[in-house]
């Protein structure tokens, strides 16, 4: 069983800038990859960011040159760096861990893009 824990979230203007992160309580190394979804409502959650065991990383073009996806094994850690951010982007963003047992979610945690 993998718990996640999102943080960082909030209240942002346009253009402005939040680093989410995501905790697991398992060795992420050992994961076949990590990824962040946002959710909006009237919407199925999309993908913005996945991260593979070999370091892969890919993007929704929606989200391509302003956000930066990271891990940190030894903290077992991945993070999300948003810049420039717009009004479209607040949603609920989730963190998902793909094990060869199952696949996990983080509670979620919101981001508002407004001014």
């Known amino acids: 069983q993998v718990q996640l824990v999102e943080s960082g979230g909030g209240l942002v203007q346009p253009g402005g800038s939040l680093r989410l992160s995501c905790a697991a309580s398992g060795s992420i190394f050992s994961f076949n990859a990590m990824g962040w979804y946002r959710h909006t409502p009237g919407r199925l959650r999309d993908l913005v960011a996945i991260i593979t065991s070999d370091n892969r990383i890919i993007y929704a073009d929606s989200v391509k040159g302003r956000f930066t996806m990271s891990r940190d094994n030894a903290k077992n850690t991945v993070y999300l760096q948003m810049n420039s951010l717009k009004p479209e982007d607040t949603a609920v963003y989730y963190c998902?861990?793909?094990?060869?047992?199952?696949?996990?979610w983080g509670q979620g945690t919101q981001v508002t893009v407004s001014s």
């Open positions: 998902n861990a793909d094990t060869d047992d199952n696949e996990y």
